[in-house]
């Protein structure tokens, strides 16, 4: 009985899955009829013209969501490791519940502190700091005369991810047996040895997954995104100038989409958004696989 009720969720689980690829991809039907795979080469965004490319969108989803996890994942995972092995019981007692509550903000309320409070310190002072010091690197451009960038929006993605891989890995990291540290401390290794050792090596398969809980919000994420991001649909290397996301794209647009053509071009975003998930995971689940086969053996 038991084992029917698993095998009837997770094939609803795929059924669902399904009737949402179905619904999207027929939706887009008639943009890749007239666009084809071009839709993803092309940036050029104008609807009265009837004139659609992906390029920009893609890119900035791309850009925001790395730039997230490159700063948000090595922050959260410290988190994870400080109030499961460092801290005293009393202090990861009040901490813990601060991070979880974090992640119950509404990410309208985060866009909004973006647009209110990040973006003017972020052009005052942060953009300008970073293009004196590294502006060499295209990344880090001439700052912009408002808070709205794609650095804004990575920033406010990188909040909303923290919460949640620091929760998993916390517990990840709690549930690695005591006697493995202790055997390793045993031998002569400090608390970091064991750390880096014992408690990394046998979790890397939990991390990867967390991380892709992280990826998954930051991906999807469209109205905080929308609010600090500036609305642009071009694709280029500076992170202090305007750009979009298929995602906040989707959410400004479909309510009110001039055309036929321009329903369906939105359709065509969620289809690409629903295959660079989909394939996400699948990679997050093979690396995760591949290395924590890797940890067990090399155990």
């Known amino acids: ?36 795979f071009s839709f993803i080469t092309h940036q050029e965004w104008a ?24 700063i948000g994942a090595p922050v959260a995972i410290s988190i994870g490791i400080f109030l499961a092995l460092l801290a005293p019981v009393s202090v990861r007692n009040v901490i813990s519940p601060l991070v979880e509550m974090l992640a119950a903000v509404p990410s309208v309320i985060l866009g909004f502190w973006g647009l209110l409070v990040l973006g003017p310190f972020l052009v005052s002072t942060v953009e300008p700091f970073l293009h004196d010091t590294f502006g ?14 794609i650095f804004s929006a990575g920033l406010i993605l990188t909040i909303m991810v923290i919460p949640i891989i620091a929760s998993v890995t916390r517990d990840l990291f709690m549930a690695v047996p005591r006697e493995l540290q202790d055997g390793a401390a045993a031998l002569g290794s400090t608390r970091w040895e064991v750390i880096r050792g014992v408690v990394l090596p046998t979790t890397l398969s939990g991390m990867t997954a967390a991380c892709l809980l992280g990826l998954g919000r930051a991906l999807g994420e469209a109205i905080a995104v929308s609010q600090v991001i500036g609305g642009g649909t071009e694709s280029h290397l500076s992170l202090f100038k305007t750009g979009g996301t298929m995602a906040s794209i989707i959410a400004l647009q479909f309510p ?23 394939a996400s995971n699948l990679l997050a689940s093979w690396v995760g696989m591949r290395f924590g086969a890797a940890g067990g053996a090399m155990r």
């Not at 009110?256 to 989909?278: D, F, K, N, P, Q």
Request: some cysteine; glycine content about 10%.
């Open 1 to 36: 009985m038991l084992f029917l009720c698993c095998a009837l969720a997770a094939f609803l689980a795929f059924v669902v899955l399904v009737l949402i690829a179905k619904e999207v991809f027929e939706g887009a039907q008639p943009a890749f009829a007239k666009f084809g």
């Open 47 to 70: 609807p009265p013209l009837e004139k659609f490319g992906g390029r920009g969108l893609i890119f900035g989803t791309l850009i925001t969501s790395a730039m997230a996890l490159l």
């Open 136 to 149: 060499f690197i295209p990344l880090f451009g001439a700052p912009q005369t408002t808070g709205a960038s």
């Open 256 to 278: 009110s989409a001039v055309s036929a053509l321009h329903t369906a071009s939105l359709y065509y975003l969620a289809g690409l958004l629903l295959v660079i998930g989909v």
